[in-house]
């Protein structure tokens, strides 16, 4: 089993930026992609950026090329987004997830492990 705990989420203003972290306990001697995930009240979990276990492959959601890094620390057994130039409609409880593969994958289905997510709240 892995577990995974998120901090880093917050309040901020629009335009402004957040760092949130994924830091993974357990047995975490195996290899993991890892992603990130978010869900907005009334809406279904959707996929935002994705991280092979090498770090050489990342995946991003449209709505948030450009705006958003994903990165990882192996050696920490923590995972990164940063996320600027904030908008309102990145509002949502993000969560971190970890894959049994170390394939990176855009795919809600392929993630094993979820973290409680994370509330991010982007208003002024």
């Known amino acids: 089993q892995v577990q995974l705990v998120e901090s880093g989420g917050g309040l901020v203003q629009p335009g402004g930026s957040l760092r949130l972290s994924c830091a993974a306990s357990?047995?975490?001697?195996?290899?993991?992609?890892m992603g990130w995930f978010r869900q907005a009240p009334g809406k279904e979990r959707e996929f935002v950026a994705a991280?092979?276990?090498?770090?050489?492959?990342?995946y991003y959601a449209d709505s948030v090329k450009g705006r958003f890094t994903i990165s990882r620390d192996n050696a920490k057994n923590t995972q990164y987004l940063q996320m600027n130039s904030l908008k309102p409609e990145d509002t949502a409880v993000y969560y971190c997830?970890?894959?049994?593969?170390?394939?990176?994958?855009?795919?809600?289905?392929?993630?094993?492990?979820w973290g409680q997510g994370t509330q991010v709240t982007v208003s002024s």
């Open positions: 991280i092979s276990w090498s770090g050489h492959t990342t």
């Open positions: 997830a970890a894959c049994s593969t170390p394939i990176a994958t855009m795919s809600i289905h392929f993630y094993d492990y």
């Open positions: 357990g047995r975490t001697s195996g290899t993991y992609a």
